[in-house]
């Protein structure tokens, strides 16, 4: 399961991360972040112990979302060495999640 991030945590979860992590920008309203969900989580479930995955609310978090330019939902961005490497907008299937993060390790 994808662990939610409190955004106060983000740079020492996110930034300072050895691993790499991707994060789901996300609302409680969204439709398409419901069915983006369960992708999330089985993505965790399958790169536990080699990359961080986390989700954060965009209306819990709006600064860090406005921060990180942040403009629809779901927004899933990839970071590697604290550095954003890739981001994806929008429902897409897990394979698409799966082969940009796999690109990570």
Known sequence: MAIE????????EVKQ???????DF????????????PHIDKLASAF????KVFGIDVDKAH????????RGV???????????KDRIVGLVPYEQLEKKLNALL
Do not use: H
């Not at 991030?5 to 020492?12: G, Q």
């Not at 600064?63 to 942040?70: E, S």
């Open 48 to 51: 536990e112990g080699r990359a």
């Open 5 to 12: 991030l409190d955004p106060s945590k983000f740079d020492a």
């Open 26 to 37: 996300s609302a409680t309203w969204c439709g398409p972040c419901k069915m983006l969900a």
């Open 17 to 23: 991360s050895s691993l790499p992590v991707v994060v």
């Open 74 to 84: 779901p927004t899933v961005i990839f970071y590697k060495n604290g550095v954003e």
């Open 63 to 70: 600064a860090l979302a406005t921060q990180l330019g942040i």
